[in-house]
Each structure stands twice: as C-alpha cells, then as structure tokens.
C-alpha cells in the first residue's frame, strides 16, 4: 500500500531470494531513501503504470522524474537528503577510493555471473525476470541490462573472448576486492563505524546478490562466508536495521501481482508505446527465426 504522505515516487525491479531487488542500482536507491528518512513510495516495475517509464531505477518528483542511481541520490541531496552528510575531507576521500575499488573488481564479476555467463543467464536471471516483469518491459530491461554487461566486460578485455578466462580472471579481482572490504571494515558495524553512509549502500548492493542469489555456476557466496564472515555480518546488519520487511524465502518466479492501485491509471499513450513496442519484438523475433522473409 502507498505511503499517503509520499512526496516522492521510486520505481524499482522489485526483489526476491531475501533481495529487496534483484537490481544493484535499485538496491541502492532503496537503500538510500531509508537510510535518509525519504518519504517515499516504492513502486514495483511488475505494474503497467510503473514499467511504461522503460527506465528503473527512476525518482519522480512532482512532474520531474530522475533516472539513475547516481543522479537520484545527487537529487535528494539538493532537497537536503543527505547520507554523507558529517562525513570529513579524509573520509570523503576514502570514500571515492573504496567506491572505485569496488565498481573496479567486484561489479564486473557481479555482472558477468549474472547476464553473460551462460547458464546463470540462460536458467535463473533472464527467466526471473521475464515472469515477474510485464510485457514488453521484461524484454526491454533484460536485453538492455545483458547488453550493458558486455559493453562492460568488452572493455575491460577488448582483445579476450574465452569466457573461462574472463571469468577466472574476475574472480581473482574479485576475491583481492573481497580481501579489502574485509580488512578496512574490521570490527566496525559501517566502514565509518556506527554511521551508515553511501559507501556502505554501494557496497552493499554488489555484495548481497553473492550471497544471496542461487547461482548456479559459481559459488562465490559460500566463499564470501568462509573466508570473510564479517562481510556476512554486514549484509544482514542493514538488512535487519534498513529492510527488515524483507521477504526471506523466495518466490522463484512465481507471478508477481500486475495490479494498478491507488487509481493510478495507465495513460493512452502508454499503452500505445507498450502495444507498439510488444508488435515491433514479435515482428523482430519471427525475421531472425527466418518465419518470415522479404521478397
């Protein structure tokens, strides 16, 4: 149910596997309006009216909307919804450099396992969403998002296609990452001590879906466990304190409820966007299958 006095609306990938999103970007902007005390009304992209925007993570505010994990937090920081805030020049620093660390050697990983490696890809993530998105979104969300994690990984081996080799490589890079956070978030509850900041919601977003999600060619979540308990620690610490409503047992693609409430109806142009978009996917796919050519 809605939050009445909401004053702004984040649309989001909704969640599963004891995830509040199966999206990094949307864990983040979830985190940070709780932690910031935003009113805000989470709405899932498994609605019409949610998914027509085509974009998630997105912050609507009045009739401006933000899209980006990146420019909604730089948003609400201009409405003076600050996690930083009290943060020194030192730890702002170390800030941007653990940030750069992480989106360095543990993103990558993050995103080959889920939308590059075959059978993760192929049995458990493009699945997911295709049931708990609606038409065409989900198809929208998961080329866009597979296409996303190649340009990644593209760059980062311009010359290299073995995808055993990319992917021994990253888990290298990853475990050093792993290594790091372990060691500078020590004893601490946060990496700043008692104060939760947005360093610890990056981190958060690209370490729970390790532990987490049920992948099932890799186990780097038993390894997180066994080598770096404290990191553990920390992923059910905010989950206890910032997502405690989190639903623990999976759905495992069970349909999502596709209901419009709150008399949020869809507009006519919406639903000729998404009616167009739906016909251009069928007519894209029945050419490649070679059902239809031109004469």
Request: charged letters at 20%.
């Amino acid at each position: 149910m809605a939050n009445e006095t909401a004053k702004f609306k984040l649309n989001v990938v909704p969640g599963d596997y004891g995830l509040v999103s199966l999206d990094p970007e949307c864990i983040q902007s979830i985190l940070y309006t709780r932690m910031a005390k935003v009113p805000c009304d989470i709405r899932l992209s498994s609605s019409y009216r949610v998914c027509a925007l085509f974009s998630t993570p997105s912050l609507v505010d009045g009739n401006e909307t933000i899209r980006s994990h990146q420019d909604i937090a730089q948003h609400l920081r201009m409405k003076n919804y600050n996690v930083d805030f009290g943060l020194t020049r030192n730890q702002c620093s170390r800030t941007l450099a653990i940030s750069s660390m992480v989106n360095e050697k543990i993103k990558p990983l993050l995103e080959f396992i889920m939308w590059i490696d075959k059978r993760n890809s192929e049995e458990l993530i493009i699945p997911w969403h295709m049931k708990a998105l609606c038409i065409p979104f989900n198809y929208f969300y998961t080329n866009q998002r597979k296409q996303s994690a190649e340009n990644l990984i593209e760059s980062i081996f311009p010359m290299e296609e073995n995808p055993e080799v990319i992917k021994d490589y990253l888990t290298k890079a990853a475990i050093d990452g792993f290594s790091s956070l372990s060691v500078v978030l020590g004893g601490n509850e946060y990496f700043f001590e008692k104060t939760p900041t947005s360093l610890d919601i990056l981190v958060y977003s690209y370490l729970a879906p390790f532990l987490k999600l049920p992948f099932l060619a890799v186990d780097i979540g038993n390894m997180v466990r066994n080598m770096w308990p404290s990191l553990e620690k920390f992923v059910k610490r905010i989950d206890a304190k910032y997502i405690p409503d989190i639903i623990d047992n999976p759905r495992n693609l069970v349909q999502i409820e596709r209901n419009m409430d709150n008399g949020d109806d869809v507009s006519i142009s919406a639903i000729i966007i998404l009616s167009v978009s739906a016909v251009s996917l069928v007519m894209t796919f029945i050419i490649q299958k070679g059902f239809f050519r031109w004469r």
